[in-house]
C-alpha cells in the first residue's frame, strides 16, 4: 500500500513525480520477476483539496499503516514520513517545513479524536467520486476558476428532460 499527501511546486510536479516513480519501480519489478506491464493500473487518485482538509489527509495518510494493522505507532512505518516529522529533521527524501510550518506539533497531530472517522469518509469519498474536498465558499471559488460545476447535483434526469406521456 502507497499512500502519499503532496503539494506539487508547479502545474505538473505531482504527475511527473508519480509517473517517473511508477515507470522505475514497474522496470524493476517486470525485470525481476521477467514479466511485462503495467504495475497500480487504477490505483491512482487524487484529491483537490483546501487547507482544513490537507490536516485531515495528512493524519489519513500517517496513520494508514496503523488502521491496516502494519504497525501499532505510525513512526514505526519504515517507509513513512511520519518519524523525519517527528524528529523535524530532513532526510533524502521528506523535507520537513511544509507540514511543520502549518501544524507545528507533529506529534499532536497523530492524536485520533472522533472527527477522523467523518473526514476521513469524506476523503475516501471525494477520491472516488474526483470532486474537490473543501468548504461551500473554497468550492465556489474553484468553480469560478474552471468554469465547471464540481458540487454534485441531484441524480437523475433533469425536469426539462422529462416529457409527459
Known amino acids: 500500500m502507497f499512500t502519499s499527501s503532496a503539494v506539487p511546486s508547479d502545474k505538473n510536479g505531482l504527475r511527473e513525480t508519480f509517473a517517473d516513480a511508477h515507470r522505475r519501480y514497474t522496470g524493476y519489478i517486470n525485470a ?3 514479466a511485462t506491464g503495467h504495475l497500480w493500473q487504477g490505483r491512482f487518485g487524487s484529491v483537490v483539496m483546501d487547507e482544513a482538509h490537507l490536516f485531515h489527509a495528512v493524519r489519513y495518510v ?5 488502521r491496516a494493522r502494519l504497525v501499532s505507532q505510525a513512526q514505526d512505518w519504515q517507509w513513512s ?17 511544509p507540514i511543520l510550518e502549518r501544524y507545528g506539533d507533529f506529534a499532536a497531530l497523530l492524536g485520533i479524536s472522533t472527527e477522523d472517522v467523518t473526514a476521513f469518509k469524506s476523503l475516501r469519498q471525494s477520491e472516488t467520486t474526483g470532486r474537490p474536498l473543501g468548504n461551500e465558499q473554497w468550492i465556489e471559488k474553484l468553480e469560478r476558476l474552471t468554469g465547471r460545476a464540481l458540487k454534485p447535483r441531484k441524480r437523475g434526469p433533469k425536469k426539462s428532460d422529462r416529457s409527459d406521456k
Open 32 to 34: 525481476r520477476l521477467r
Open 81 to 97: 514520513s511520519v518519524a523525519a516529522h517527528l524528529s523535524g529533521k530532513d532526510n533524502k527524501l521528506v523535507k520537513v517545513s
Open 62 to 66: 500517517s496513520l494508514n499503516p496503523v
